[in-house]
């Protein structure tokens, strides 16, 4: 089958890869109904992470189960299933605890930029759909396996509640994802920080209430003048670089949580800065397993369309200008017809 493999920066390629077989009898190995690349894909793409070249591309899935393993019971073949990024048990302390990300037999997602994808510890990883979704749903229940379910636990973890003030650190997918959470947890102010006329426009359509182009001293002085001097309740970090984290908590009002998903690069922090800012911080890899059954229910009962941060489609085979999109921001996230 064609696979899609990255030899080096700016290097990837469409081409012949063995097909998965399963290896554990926990595996399971689905044919998958679309995937994509995440916004996390550019941090090798862009030479910035150590990475044992040609390595496989791909970690949101969702599709159909061919084949499991003997030991798993709980997804059987014919099945339509949507994962994590993250792959868990769903037993042990840390699952039980809702961290699945943190599972004590964690391992990553990796090839779903393919046809077929092995799929590690099926039981504790994939959710079943109770039939077969329509096929205009492939796009929202494939953003559910990672950039929904990361936005979503941003946004859980900077603890959004009904009537917060939410600030949105980062306009690409992941933070649009934070938007259309906060605006289903019931905040009562979405400030999406964005310079980006389409992305400022589907923050809006997600359920921004207003958009903040300055970045810096200039956008946190625009934040405390939105809202009374004080700050936001809630901050969702969603980019991951130094500037933005700053940004964040420059937002964030004493006792506020920032909620930082963006996968940290040069990222530091000045104790005492961070000591007097009286803001709490919980992030890292989403726990998505913990938000996938919620999540895809909203999606099945179209109560959400998280689908439509996909603005570009391409086939697999044109996965590399699919990259290329991404990267000079040309395309906020694209999805790939396997
Ligand atoms: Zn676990």
């Known amino acids: 089958m064609l696979g899609t493999m990255i030899y080096g920066p700016r290097d990837i390629r469409c081409e012949e890869v063995p097909e998965p077989k399963i290896l554990k009898p926990t595996d399971a190995v689905i044919r998958l109904a679309a995937s994509c690349i995440c916004g996390s894909d550019l941090w090798p793409y862009r030479g910035l992470n150590d990475v044992d070249w040609p390595k ?15 030991a798993v019971t709980s997804v059987r073949p014919g099945q339509f299933v949507v994962g994590s990024f993250c792959i868990s048990d769903n037993t042990c302390p840390h ?5 699945q990300s943190s599972c004590a037999q964690r391992e990553f997602m990796v090839g779903a930029q393919a046809p077929f994808a092995r799929v ?4 504790g990883t994939l959710v079943a759909t109770s039939e077969i979704p329509a096929d205009d749903l492939v796009p929202s229940l494939l953003a559910t396996s990672d950039v929904l379910g990361t936005g979503w ?7 959004v509640q009904r009537g917060s ?7 690409g997918a992941v933070g649009l994802m934070g938007v259309l959470a906060a605006k289903q947890m019931e905040a009562g102010r979405i400030i999406a920080m964005s310079r980006h006329k389409t992305r400022q426009e589907l923050a809006l359509e997600f359920g921004a209430t207003d958009i903040v182009t300055e970045r810096g001293e200039a956008g946190a002085a625009r934040i405390k003048a939105l809202t009374n001097n004080i700050g936001a309740d809630s901050v969702l970090e969603c980019v991951g670089t130094k500037e933005s984290m700053a940004q964040a908590i420059q937002c964030a009002r004493p ?7 963006g996968v940290p690069h040069g990222v530091e922090f000045d104790g005492q800065a961070l000591f007097f800012s009286q803001v709490g911080m919980l992030g890292g890899p989403a726990p998505v397993r913990r938000f996938l059954p919620y999540l895809i229910d909203l999606v099945l009962e179209r109560k959400i369309n998280p689908g439509k941060v996909f603005d570009l489609t391409l086939p697999l085979s044109d996965v590399a200008e699919g990259y290329r999109a ?12 396997v």
């Open 56 to 70: 496989p591309m791909g970690h949101e899935y969702c599709g159909i189960v061919e084949e499991v393993g003997s």
């Open 95 to 99: 699952c039980r605890f809702g961290f």
């Open 120 to 123: 590690p510890l099926a039981d």
């Open 153 to 159: 636990y941003a946004a859980d973890a900077a603890r």
């Open 165 to 171: 003030t939410v600030v949105v650190v980062g306009d």
């Open 255 to 261: 006792g506020s949580m920032i909620g930082y998903v």
């Open 326 to 337: 991404m990267d000079e921001r040309r395309a906020i996230k694209t999805m790939l017809r």
